[in-house]
């Protein structure tokens, strides 16, 4: 699969592409160029870029990405044993073959079998984390999930415990 090279800045609302390029080198000069600060005699600042280049999968006329649904989930599992049974889910659209041309299969990133993994964050104040997966199977994933909150209840599996934090359904993560 062919890529073109943008060079983008920001995020969010902030967020804009400045010019697309064929080679990846044109691309990064112009990204360093933005990235300048462009101060000037008069005490206006330009507030310098955080440009940076993105690949982009590039589709010639006639040419379509394959586009699958994939299901992603999380739930809260706190270190006293509590679980916030409210699941999030959410489901987005994604072009498999820019995955598939970097090395990775979309049947590893996302798949029939759900991708799970434990994660902790400052935003759970040393309290907790949350399981959170992805697979292209919502029900499979839920269940995933759910098994995976009912051993933590059991205490059958302790996240912080766990080394690799990593997993596919069906296999025991290492302990």
């Not at 040393?126 to 999930?145: P, S, Y």
Request: charged share 30%.
């Amino acid at each position: 699969m062919k890529h073109i090279y943008c060079v983008a800045s920001g995020c969010y609302s902030d967020y804009r592409v400045h010019a697309v390029f064929e080679r990846e080198d044109d691309a990064a000069r112009y990204a360093v160029e933005l990235s300048k600060d462009r101060g000037d005699d008069e005490g206006w600042a330009l507030r310098s870029s955080d440009a940076r280049v993105e690949i982009m999968p590039y589709y010639p006329e006639g040419g379509a990405p394959e586009i699958v649904t994939v299901y992603r989930a999380a739930l809260l599992l706190y270190d006293d044993g509590r679980v916030m049974e409210d699941f999030w889910p959410f489901r987005e659209t994604m072009d498999v073959k820019p995955q598939a041309s970097q090395e990775w299969s979309h049947e590893v990133v996302v798949g029939a079998r759900p991708v799970l993994r434990y994660v902790r964050a400052p935003i759970y104040s040393g309290k907790g984390g949350r399981i959170e997966g992805t697979c292209l199977d919502a029900r499979a994933l839920i269940q995933a999930i759910k098994d995976r909150a009912a051993m933590f209840k059991a205490g059958a599996w302790n996240p912080r415990s766990s080394r690799e934090l990593n997993w596919q359904s069906g296999e025991e993560p290492a302990s």
